[in-house]
Each structure stands twice: as C-alpha cells, then as structure tokens.
C-alpha cells in the first residue's frame, strides 16, 4: 500500500516540457500546437510546450506570440533566439527554461504526431526508463510520403549504423524522444556532434553511458509546409559522425 501510494506522488508531480525548436514554420506551428494540446489535456499530464524559434524570416515568432495569447503563458511558453545556433544549442537554451522533469523533443512540421505523446509517458512510466525514443522501424512503426530514394538513404544510414555501431536502438536518426530531464542534460553534455547527427550520437551516448532506452513505434510523415532541411551536407556530416563514434565508442 505504501509503495502504490510512494508511486502515486510520483506521478503526480511529473511534468512534461516538450522542446519545439522551429524555423520557417508559421504554417504548421498552429496546427502542431493545437494538436499538442488536445492529445494532453485529454489524458490529463501536466505539461508545457517551450517554442524554441532561430530568427525564422517568415513570421513564425509573431504567429507562436498570437497561440500564446491563445493558449496562455504557462501553456506555450516562448523563448526566441536571434539567429540558427544548431539543434543541440535549441535543446539547452529549452531545457534552461524548462519547469518539467521529463523532456520531450519533436519536430514542429507535423511529421511526429502528438497522438504518440501518450504512449511514450505510459511506456515510460512502466519500466522507468530513462528515455524513449520513437522509432520507424519496429512494431509496425513505419514512414509516409517519402521517395524511394530518401527511404533508401535513411533505411541504409541506420543498417550502416546498426552494423558498425551496435546501439541496442532500432531508430537512430529520429528526433521524436522523452527523456528524463538530468539524462537529456548529461546526454547532450556528452556529445559532439551537430544538425542530423546530434539525433544518432545521443542514442549512442547514452548506451555508453548505460542508460536504459524504451521504443514507441512510431509513423513518420512527411513535411506537409514548408521544405525539408536535410541536403548533401547533412549527409557528409553523417557519415563523418559514424566515422567518429565508431573510432571512440
């Protein structure tokens, strides 16, 4: 009975912040935050969602301050930065805001739906891991409205990865994860790595770092607004990072 009622209070004061690092997203911020908020509130965790934008050009700022006034402050919480500083800098610049004790990241152009959310806590909750991690490729996970050749180029940067690196993850390259706000922190503190393989050096990390890791299946869509930010470089600089990681852990 006290154990249960030890968990009971556990679970009442966890608190969920939900980084949104954005740019150029004006169109799908409305209607990630809107499903955000009916996914949550519907099953009832205590949460916020912190708006990280890099100076975006097209007015995505102005439209995160009018879903604040929408929302409220202590919803949709908004802390801009003047310019593109890299993902793992958006992560800390969140994290220093962030009043929850669990992290969760995701992308802003609605290709991680917050229907997962959920899922992640309840799994989380179960086993006390110390990080979820959506994933494409397990248990009916899966993508939509890829070609076939950004499917074999993400399909053959995991394989690869899989194969050199042995993470004890099925989705490496994903950037839709709850964490426990120390590991994220301790994590991030850990890696090198910058922009698409930031995502992959915090799963290999945390393995070295003996951190448990619990899979969502997940399904992954494609950007409906704007345009994707992966291009040649990002892949040069993956396979610089595997080179890397291979050779250090």
């Known amino acids: 009975m006290a154990a249960a009622t030890a ?6 004061i966890d608190k969920y912040s939900i980084l949104l690092p954005t740019y150029n997203e004006r169109e799908n911020l409305p209607i990630i935050i809107w499903l955000i908020m009916k996914y949550l509130d519907n099953s009832g965790y205590d949460y916020e969602v912190i708006i990280i934008d890099d ?16 929302y409220g402050t202590s919803k949709v919480v908004l802390r801009p930065r003047e310019k593109k500083l890299g993902l793992g800098t958006a992560y800390i610049h969140g994290i220093q805001h962030a009043t929850g004790n669990f992290i969760i990241i995701m992308d802003a152009d609605l290709s991680h739906h917050p229907k997962f959310i959920p899922k992640f806590i ?6 006390d891991f110390d990080l979820i991690s959506g994933t494409r490729y ?8 890829w070609d076939f050749k950004r499917k074999l180029i993400s399909r053959g940067a995991n394989f690869i990865t899989q194969l050199l690196l042995r993470p004890g993850a ?3 390259t994903g950037s839709f994860r709850l964490y426990k706000k120390d590991v994220l922190l301790k994590l991030i503190d850990s890696c090198v790595s910058k922009g698409y393989v930031f995502q992959m050096e915090m799963i290999i990390r945390a ?4 951190y448990s890791i619990g899979e969502v299946p997940i399904t992954f869509v494609d950007r409906v607004y704007g345009e994707s930010k992966l291009g040649g470089s990002e892949i040069v600089q993956f396979a610089k990072a595997l080179l890397y990681l291979f050779a250090t852990t």
């Open 55 to 70: 100076g975006s050009p097209d007015g995505t700022l102005e439209v995160a301050k009018q879903l604040q006034k929408l």
């Open 170 to 172: 099925s989705d490496l």
């Open 122 to 127: 309840e799994l989380q909750r179960k086993h």
């Open 7 to 12: 968990d009971s209070e556990i679970t009442k």
């Open 207 to 210: 393995r070295q770092l003996d």
């Open 138 to 145: 397990k248990g009916g996970g899966g993508v939509h409205g």
